[in-house]
């Protein structure tokens, strides 16, 4: 059986539904492609604006040593331990710069707040060692086993250990983070640098890229999910 071929008007009919489903196909995906860029656009944008926001507003409270106002307490951010479980040179700083500020009388306790590592070793008994070698009396230091973030550390600090204010103990990079957070929780803080040293410059480009994505986290957490960690 011979197939009849399409009359020149049926192919006609056949082409012009064939573009009008491209145009329509066509129409469709412009908008959702827009969406698609827009909203892309905005994930890839508004972290970096979110970390340049935390660093215009907080970093004023940042203020040197000698110039801290004098506060009760001073909350000391834990920075992971070595294999051996002592502290690591970020975290030796954190505890020296805290210890500097107590011997001066700037504060009258060191809040040191951090979790089990996963060597075994626990980084608030590693920092009171290590403040205790320093010549901190151990009757001035307060120890937070459950600090496994800045955000748990800075919840716990007002919720747990009833803190309204406090001088916030860690590095340039991520001072304007806690400060952020405190702010947010309830504390009013000011902020003191423990860059004692010049740290790798890889490290450091690591670790201000890493706080854009911990900045959004925060943010997240305060506004949105509002977490609630441990509470004993």
């Known amino acids: 059986m011979t197939r009849r071929k399409p009359s020149p008007t049926e192919r ?3 082409t012009r539904v064939t573009v009008i489903v491209r145009r329509a196909a066509t129409m469709t995906l412009r908008p959702l492609l827009r969406i698609l ?9 508004a972290p970096w604006l979110l970390r340049w926001w935390t660093a215009a507003r907080y970093r004023p409270r940042v203020v040197a040593a000698a110039a801290t106002p004098p506060t009760k307490v001073a909350i000391v951010f834990g ?3 070595r294999r051996d479980g002592t502290p690591t040179s970020v975290l030796r700083d954190r505890v020296r710069t805290a210890a500097d500020l107590y011997f001066a009388s700037k504060v009258e306790t060191l809040l040191l707040t951090g979790a089990p ?3 075994g070793y626990d980084e608030p008994d590693s920092m009171r060692d290590y403040a205790i070698g320093l010549g901190v ?3 001035a230091l307060v120890l937070d086993h459950a600090g496994h973030s800045t955000y748990d550390s800075c919840f716990r600090a007002r919720s747990v250990f009833g ?4 001088v916030l103990v860690t590095q340039s990079f991520h001072l304007d983070r ?9 504390i009013s803080a000011v902020g003191v640098s423990a860059d004692r040293r010049t740290y790798s410059p890889r490290l450091e480009r ?7 994505a911990a900045t959004t986290v925060a943010w997240w957490n305060v506004n949105v999910t509002r977490p609630r960690p441990a509470l004993g």
Do not use: H, I, K, M
């Open 163 to 166: 803190l309204s204010q406090a």
């Open 117 to 119: 590592s996963v060597s």
């Open 137 to 139: 009396p151990e009757a």
């Open 206 to 212: 690591w670790w201000n890229l890493r706080e854009v």
């Open 12 to 14: 006609d009919a056949a």
């Open 37 to 45: 860029l827009f909203t892309s656009l905005c994930l890839t944008v």
């Open 178 to 186: 806690a400060l952020y957070l405190c702010d947010s929780l309830g």
């Open 79 to 81: 920075a992971g331990l």
